[in-house]
Nanobody, 120 residues
Framework: QVQLVESGGGLVQAGGSLRLSCAASGSIFRLYAMGWSRQAPGKQRELVAGISSDGSTNYADSVKGRFTISRDNAKNTVYLQMNSLKPEDTAVYYC??????????????WGKGTLVTVSS
C-alpha cells in the first residue's frame, strides 16, 4: 500500500504562489499516475490536477494556466506549483495515487491533506 505525505501548505496573499509536495513510499512510484485534489469548506472534493506515469497531465478548468503538476520519480515525489492564487483556491489539498499508470486508472491511496489559505 502506497503511503502519501503532503507538505507545503500555508497562508498566502491573493496573487501569490505556493508549491505543494507529496512524498510517496514504495519503490514502484514511477508506475502509478498521481494527482492532487482539494476540498473547500462546505464543498465537495474536486480533482485539481493529474499526471500519468509517462508525464501526461490534466487540469481542472478552474486552475488551468495557474497550476502545474510535476513528478520526480527519483525522489518519489509529486509537486503542485500554484501561481496567481485566488481566495477561492482556499482548501485542503490532498495528494492521491492511482492504481495504474493512466490518468483514468482507478483510485488508489490518499494523503491526509495540507491546508492552503489564500487571503484577499
Amino acid at each position: 500500500q502506497v503511503q502519501l505525505v503532503e507538505s507545503g501548505g500555508g497562508l498566502v496573499q491573493a496573487g501569490g504562489s505556493l508549491r505543494l509536495s507529496c512524498a510517496a513510499s514504495g519503490s514502484i512510484f514511477r508506475l502509478y499516475a498521481m494527482g492532487w485534489s482539494r476540498q473547500a469548506p462546505g464543498k465537495q472534493r474536486e480533482l485539481v490536477a493529474g499526471i500519468s506515469s509517462d508525464g501526461s497531465t490534466n487540469y481542472a478548468d478552474s486552475v488551468k494556466g495557474r497550476f502545474t503538476i510535476s513528478r520526480d520519480n527519483a525522489k518519489n515525489t509529486v509537486y503542485l506549483q500554484m501561481n496567481s492564487l485566488k481566495p477561492e483556491d482556499t482548501a485542503v489539498y490532498y495528494c492521491y495515487s492511482r492504481s495504474g499508470p493512466f490518468l483514468t486508472s482507478g483510485m488508489g491511496a490518499w494523503g491526509k491533506g495540507t491546508l492552503v489559505t489564500v487571503s484577499s
